[in-house]
């Protein structure tokens, strides 16, 4: 296919790069103990949470940044990263409702597409935003609330919920973790709290919109569903931010609760600024993410489409705890000019008759690297266990690189595990018959790319399967040949 | 979980090592060159120590019982323990090698017992290293400094460990368009020394280079009784235009031996080999395969068979590199766990930017007969190029219930049905070797291997 075909569609740009000017309240950038008591004081949170996080931090400054990912960038200051910044109107606490909302910050969302206005009622999602540390406005409070589901911002969870949240923060993913998760325990500022009762089926999707905006800043959100016995709950993500020359941090932690016949599915859409076409700028993606399926039956499902970000470094995985309970995962992952990914799942099984599926496509543009990096463990008590896992990358461009690294680690002879993985290139023979058939090149290859991540962008609720197939063809329709 | 730095080095008992081997190197006269390349394998292997778990490639295979056991060289007489010992295991080949036309070159602990010339090809030479090395060292100087070089880059610890007790082996040397015909034997016994001391360890190391348009097969064994031993064996092959390798590697170490194998080939332009592995003995068994697709239209196929019962853990590594254009690479492992037998497989190919118009398949299936048994596969795919055909896949389970099942219908008894499952599943690579001595007699050591009756199929 023609290089000018190729050019314009990766030179395509960042759509969602523009910056709002809101009055902020930052503190200045580095990290002590005093800015990790700084900023739960800002946030008037119980000394026990303090003591969790100051925990967390002492834990931190023991470990190292691990280095085993395929991923190369230089090394992080995290003296010089501003660890919390507000916009200035949560001050005066957190706001009643939209109207308390500025103007800008709404503005800001009705760029974003975020259906956050009332009138919006015909989306039928519940929104929580956060715009750089902290939790702008949740919708569909009241609604939510009369079928006894609590859809909160963290610190409100905290405030209002303390138990719940003691219960169950750190329980999946703890403070020790890993590093980026527990810098995250220490200085984590908001995100989001979720939790669907015994036996309610959420009404509508839930929804939390990220978005970095105050140049120098970290974003360190938490977000905690937990779904106690026979709940059912579907939860979206989505992430940008403005474009700047400067790389900027995100380490989010992400921890899922499913007890007995619980379902929890949670879909992504990342695409945070990727960097401009020299690789400058970008965000640093390093996010834990973990599922818990504590309960018999219970079944967590993790859907991504990742196409932004300078790099991209996250497992959702599932503990398959529950005897009988069912892990997902499905990913598309995209990497185009100087983009890099690590990313994958890891499937513990630990339960009787438990049962994975990964389904992983990553596709590798211009000198974009994508790893895919995933883990299947049996125990030994986990009887009858059941893995099927498909890998398959397709390369656009002699200068990209596709990896595939799988660790299937069997401790149970009942078990059957399947992993397959492929790699090639569009076939010209299929872009030879798209076009004798009327079809432009590019849209020969928008529509191959799209069959080609077909199987996981159906596991997306409708609002962001729209938006993820809009987006893989922003960053690579027709960039094939 | 990431924790303050971690030891990805074990260094006990290489203070030791480094000792015996000094003390073995002072004993031997050498050209400064090799002296120099002792000297530094011992200097390199000290700095690396064992691998430790923590280690990436070492992950799944713990050294510590390696580097916790003390082994010894022993002195280079043979004695008659040793001698009859050798002779009693040496006809469990049964067919192979026995023909007096086979060459064949048999050591005993590491120590050259027997050199049966048979009906080599005119030109080719076949020799044992320690000759080559006191006769005319010239002429595997540049091949052993240049491998050298290249581990200086790569720190590979047993590498060093050979080049620090580099004495014994083969070196083989295949003339330009001369085809081999009958099969190479290089037969490695290991046997109680017969002698107070420490149990013994073999450093072995063969160099094969094969000229353009040439061919030959070549079969190393390794045999061992009950005794403790530690062996390291290195096979370092440089292939032509269009030369073409057959490698079969036959591992049949006594139950409580340390075996780390290593085979490497460099292909030129045009060569092809094919390399069979067949892992049946040993406590903690290390194979490692590392093939260079360096020329244009190279291509290599890697079988292997590995099997484990109660007290073993056999650790197959492969690497296969395509360099150049054109290279096609297969690979099929099999593993078969029972007992508490412990099985890794770690592939990986690498597709380099240039490698354009690739094709590469590997494939890793493990069978696991007993609730005890465990298995890691990590099949890995680095591709640096779009225009490839690549592909990887693994499996693992146990016996599938519904053939049981059948085969019990037409009245096998559960365990027949067992054993003829589990053979069938892994005669699939038997089928694959070229010679059919070989082939009948690893048939016949599967079927033996078997947990149950199936020593005599044809009174199924």
């Known amino acids: 296919m023609s290089d000018a075909v190729l050019d314009t569609l990766t030179r395509q740009e960042y759509p969602h790069g523009f910056v709002t000017d809101i009055d902020t309240d930052v503190i200045p950038a580095g990290l002590s103990e005093d800015v990790v008591r700084l900023i739960s004081n800002k946030k008037g949170e119980p000394e026990w949470l303090l003591d969790w996080r100051l925990k967390a931090y002492r834990h931190w400054l023991t470990m190292v940044e691990p280095k085993w990912a395929r991923v190369t960038y230089p090394p992080i200051d995290y003296q010089k990263i501003v660890y919390y910044a507000a916009p200035r109107s949560s001050k005066e606490g957190a706001p009643k409702s939209l109207a308390d909302v500025e103007p800008e910050l709404l503005a800001m969302y009705e760029k974003l597409g975020v259906p956050l206005k009332e009138r919006e009622i015909l989306a039928g999602v519940a929104v929580d935003a956060v715009i750089d540390s902290v939790s702008v406005a949740t919708t569909f409070k009241e609604k939510l609330a009369s079928v006894g589901i609590i859809f909160c911002s963290f610190s409100e969870a905290v405030r209002e919920h303390p138990d719940l949240v003691k219960k169950y923060l750190g329980s999946v993913v703890p403070s020790s973790d890993n590093f980026f998760a527990a810098l995250n325990s220490a200085v984590f500022s908001d995100g989001s709290f979720c939790f669907i009762p015994k036996g309610v089926r959420c009404p509508m999707e839930l929804s939390t919109y990220f978005r970095i905006n105050q140049a120098d800043t970290g974003q360190f959100e938490r977000t905690l569903i937990v779904a106690e016995q026979g709940a059912v709950v579907s939860y979206l993500e989505g992430c940008t931010a403005p474009k700047r020359d400067t790389n900027q941090l995100h380490a989010a932690v992400v921890e899922l609760v499913a007890l007995d016949d619980a379902q929890i599915k949670y879909s992504t859409v990342q695409n945070w600024y990727p960097g401009d076409r020299e690789g400058k700028g970008g965000i640093y993606n390093f996010v834990t993410k973990r599922g818990k399926c504590a309960g018999r039956n219970s079944r967590i499902s993790w859907t991504q489409v990742e196409t932004g970000s300078a790099i991209t470094w996250k497992y959702p995985s599932c503990i398959l705890l529950g005897d009988g309970s069912v892990g997902a995962f499905y990913s598309v992952a995209l990497t185009n000019n100087y983009q890099q990914a690590d990313t994958g799942t890891k499937m513990i099984h630990i339960g009787k008759n438990t049962r994975s599926t990964i389904v992983s496509k990553g596709i590798s543009a211009g000198h974009g690297q994508n790893t895919y990096r995933g883990a299947v463990t049996i125990m030994k008590n986990a009887e009858g266990a059941r893995n099927y896992s498909q890998c398959d990358s397709l390369l656009i461009g002699d200068q990209c690189g596709a990896h595939t690294f799988p660790y299937i680690e069997v401790k149970n002879s009942s078990a059957t595990l399947e992993h397959e993985a492929s790699t090639s290139k569009i076939g010209e023979d299929q872009l030879f018959y798209c076009r004798q058939r009327g079809l432009s090149a590019e849209d020969a290859v928008s529509l191959i790319v799209n069959g080609f991540a077909k199987r996981v962008l159906k596991e997306l609720p409708m609002e962001f399967a729209v938006e993820a197939q809009k987006l893989l063809g922003v960053s690579l329709e027709g960039s094939v040949g | ?460």
């Open chain 2, 1 to 460: 979980m990431t924790r303050a730095a971690r030891p990805t080095a074990l260094h006990e008992g290489v203070a030791t090592l480094a000792e015996a081997a000094a003390d073995f190197a002072a004993a031997r006269h050498s050209p400064p060159w090799l002296q120099k390349l002792r000297r530094s394998g011992i200097a390199a292997f000290e700095r690396l120590g064992f691998p430790s778990t923590y280690d990436e490639e070492w992950r799944f295979t713990n050294l510590a019982p390696l580097a916790r056991s003390p082994f010894s060289l022993l002195p280079d007489d043979v004695t008659l323990a040793e001698r009859t010992a050798a002779f009693e295991l040496e006809a469990r080949l049964g067919t192979i090698g026995f023909s007096a036309s086979e060459p064949r070159l048999s050591f005993v602990n590491g120590r050259l017992l027997r050199r049966s010339p048979g009906d080599l090809t005119a030109g080719v030479l076949f020799e044992c290293m320690k000759d080559v090395l006191a006769t005319s060292p010239e002429r595997v100087e540049r091949a052993l400094v240049a491998r050298a070089a290249e581990r200086d880059h790569s720190e590979h610890f047993f590498g060093s460990l050979g080049d620090a007790f580099l004495d014994e082996g083969v070196v083989l040397h295949v003339p330009a368009n001369t085809s081999v015909t009958e099969p190479l034997f290089i037969l490695h016994v290991s046997t109680p020394a017969g002698r107070a001391g420490a149990p013994s360890m073999v450093h072995t190391r063969n160099l094969f280079t094969f000229e353009e348009n040439s061919s030959a097969t070549v079969i190393e064994a390794y045999f061992g009784a009950g005794a403790p031993s530690f062996t390291n064996a290195r096979t370092e092959v440089d292939l032509g235009r269009n030369a073409r390798l057959h490698h079969i590697k036959l591992q049949l170490e006594g139950p409580e031996a340390f075996h780390v194998g290593h085979l490497s080939v460099a292909h030129a332009v045009g060569a092809t080999s094919a390399s069979h592995v067949f892992s049946f003995g040993g406590r903690l068994v290390r194979n490692e395969i590392a093939m260079d697709l360096a020329g244009e239209g190279a291509g290599t196929e890697l079988y292997g068979l590995f099997c484990a019962n109660s007290g073993q853990h056999v650790d197959c590594h492969t690497l296969i590199d395509h360099v150049s254009p054109r290279a096609n690479s297969v690979e099929l492992y099999k593993g078969v766990l029972d007992g508490t037998g412990r099985g890794v497989f770690d592939g990986k190919i690498v597709v380099r930017p240039g490698a354009v118009r690739t094709d590469a398949r590997q494939t890793n299936r493990n069978l696991i007969l007993s609730d005890s048994a465990l298995v890691d596969s990590k099949p890995q795919l680095e591709i640096h190029n779009n225009d490839v055909r690549c592909s990887h896949g693994s499996t693992t389970g146990r016996l599938d219930a519904d053939a049981v099942f059948y085969l019990r219908s037409r009245g096998l008894s559960p365990e027949a049905a067992r054993a003829l499952l589990t053979y069938a599943f892994g005669s699939e690579l038997i089928e694959k070797v070229g010679s059919a001595d070989v082939r009948a007699f690893l048939e016949g050591h599967l079927r033996a291997w078997l947990p149950a009756n199936l020593a005599a199929p044809e009174n199924r």
